[in-house]
């Protein structure tokens, strides 16, 4: 990532990216904050991606949960959904995003400098 203000250029590490959830920037040069930039592609495009994935990847795991245990479908989607393998498959794909959302942010998203409106919020 480059600082819009001072233009060092620094690495988005897990610790900047979990200290900044709503993609907050401090430069460690400068010091000053910035915001990832979005635009078409990323709330189009990217932001559906995420928001469907986990769906996509609890339904393959019911699919795969229905062919170990194929004798009652029925009750097999009833177990699945009320014990601990939807849970189990809803926090192993947010395991999977968080590191390509990361990646995503590092590498196609660009700082951009606060609006004059942005910063007397």
């Known amino acids: 990532m480059i600082c819009p203000f001072c233009q060092h250029s620094f690495s988005l590490t897990w610790r900047r990216y979990w200290s900044a ?3 907050k920037h401090a430069c460690p040069r ?3 904050k910035s915001k990832l930039s979005t635009g078409l592609i990323y709330w189009g495009v990217y932001v559906p991606l995420l928001i469907a994935a986990p769906f996509a990847i609890i339904f393959i795991a019911l699919l795969a949960y229905g062919f170990a245990f194929p004798n009652n479908l029925e009750e097999n989607i009833v177990s699945f959904l009320c014990g601990p393998w939807l849970l189990i498959a809803w926090l192993g794909a947010c395991a999977l995003l968080f590191p390509i959302d990361r990646m995503v942010d590092a590498r196609f998203r660009r700082l951009k ?3 004059d409106e942005e910063r007397a919020v």
């Open 21 to 23: 959830p709503l993609a």
């Open 30 to 32: 400068c010091g000053r």
């Open 113 to 115: 400098a606060p609006t």
